[in-house]
């Protein structure tokens, strides 16, 4: 279980003023859950991700996973005790091929071609044009966003969060991602947090978290939750998403 309790992240502006990115954060997701953050740009979704991640420090409030106090741990410390994160532009990796980016995010030298292929397919890539390519400026931004979310499935983490893992994913890509969101939900081992606007990635919740200038405007199960936020995107709000960008 997620909870993060009162969570601030603040910081200073000019003339010694402060600004809130997170606002008094109160959350609770549960185990197997698939919850979907959305709302506007700069509302503070990607900055709560990274909190809970440890991309960055929170003012005030705590993190806790499975009873775990996180809140002052290192990433690395994060990643042990099973968290996982996908960046909406995942870095660069010069000289290391794309099987080393599978088996060490595996944590196996002798992770099986077959194993490793199958992570790959599961994000809408060809396995053999892209098993021994470096991680490098050759690769598209949606490749490398994909093989990203491929080492993520290979850590088999009990959190994942994803930020908007749609961006630069082709529509052919972005039917075999959701397929795959929703095996890994339909086995119930594994919490997913993901960040998005698109639509069809939202109606795969069971619940719906929507941010808004920092603070949690509603949650609730996506049932109760979409349909407000159809209503309000239909008389003006167009911060949600139905198509896929072209990677």
């Given at each position: 279980m997620l909870e993060i309790r009162s969570l601030r992240y603040q910081v200073p502006e000019e003339g010694g003023t402060t600004l809130g990115i997170l606002n008094d954060v109160s959350l609770t997701i549960g185990d197997g859950s698939l919850v979907v953050v959305t709302g506007p740009n700069g509302g503070g979704k990607t900055t709560l991700a990274k909190a809970v991640m440890g991309l960055v420090t929170p003012t005030s409030g705590q993190i806790l996973w499975n009873g775990t106090d996180v809140?002052?741990?290192?990433?690395?410390e994060?990643?042990?005790?099973?968290?996982?994160?996908?960046?909406?532009?995942?870095?660069?990796?010069?000289?290391?091929?794309?099987?080393d980016l599978l088996c060490l995010a595996a944590g196996r030298e002798d992770l099986a071609t077959e194993d490793a292929c199958q992570?790959?397919?599961?994000?809408g890539l060809c396995a053999h044009d892209y098993i021994d390519r470096e991680v490098d400026a050759s690769l598209s931004?949606?490749?490398?966003?994909?093989?990203?979310?491929?080492?993520i499935l290979a850590r088999n983490s009990g959190l994942m969060i994803?930020?908007?893992?749609?961006?630069?994913?082709?529509?052919?890509?972005?039917?075999?991602?959701?397929?795959t969101f929703r095996a890994i939900?339909?086995?119930?081992?594994?919490?997913?947090?993901?960040?998005?606007h698109q639509e069809r990635i939202i109606d795969l919740a069971d619940e719906?978290?929507?941010?808004?200038?920092?603070?949690?405007?509603?949650?609730?199960?996506?049932d109760e939750i979409f349909p407000l936020i159809l209503e309000r995107t239909s008389t003006g709000c167009t911060y949600l998403s139905q198509e896929v960008d072209k990677a």
């Open positions: 809140t002052h741990m290192s990433i690395t994060r990643a042990r005790q099973g968290i996982s994160y996908g960046f909406q532009q995942p870095p660069r990796f010069k000289g290391l091929k794309v099987r992570y790959l397919t599961k994000v931004g949606g490749e490398v966003k994909r093989i990203e979310i491929a080492t994803f930020d908007e893992p749609e961006a630069g994913i082709d529509l052919w890509s972005f039917a075999k991602l959701t397929e939900h339909a086995k119930r081992k594994a919490t997913l947090m993901i960040i998005s719906i978290v929507l941010i808004e200038d920092g603070k949690v405007a509603r949650h609730g199960p996506k």
